[in-house]
Nanobody, 111 residues
Framework: QVQLVESGGGLVQAGGSLRLSCAAS????????MGWYRQAPGKEREFVAISGYLGSNYYLESVKGRFAISRDHAKNTLYLQMNGMKTEITAIYYC?????WGQGTRVTVSS
């Protein structure tokens, strides 16, 4: 059974940084794409970034240059480094892999 557990969210001031983690278990993820999505209050869940199992990464246009997705295959963990954070990125961030979702971690950016 696939299980994804996100962590690392919190309250941060605009311009600050956070690193989110997603610990995956239940199977090997080295041959799976893994990604981050977010859902802001009153909005639909949207794509943020994806780490392709072949090594390519893709980002939502608005986060390019400020966010970095990475993964540690040995630890089965996905990361999202967020820098230069803006208030508009306040949302619950979810990890996705193999059509499964974690419970999310809340990120709040204050002005």
């Amino acid at each position: 059974q696939v299980q994804l557990v996100e962590s690392g969210g919190g309250l941060v001031q605009a311009g600050g940084s956070l690193r989110l983690s997603c610990a995956a278990s239940g199977r090997t993820f080295s041959s799976a794409n893994m990604g981050w999505y977010r859902q802001a209050p009153g909005k639909e869940r949207e794509f943020v970034a994806i780490s392709g199992y072949l090594g390519s990464n893709y980002y939502l246009e608005s986060v390019k240059g400020r966010f970095a997705i990475s993964r540690d295959h040995a630890k089965n963990t996905l990361y999202l480094q967020m820098n230069g954070m803006k208030t508009e990125i306040t949302a619950i961030y979810y990890c996705d892999a193999l059509e499964c979702w974690g419970q999310g971690t809340r990120v709040t950016v204050s002005s």
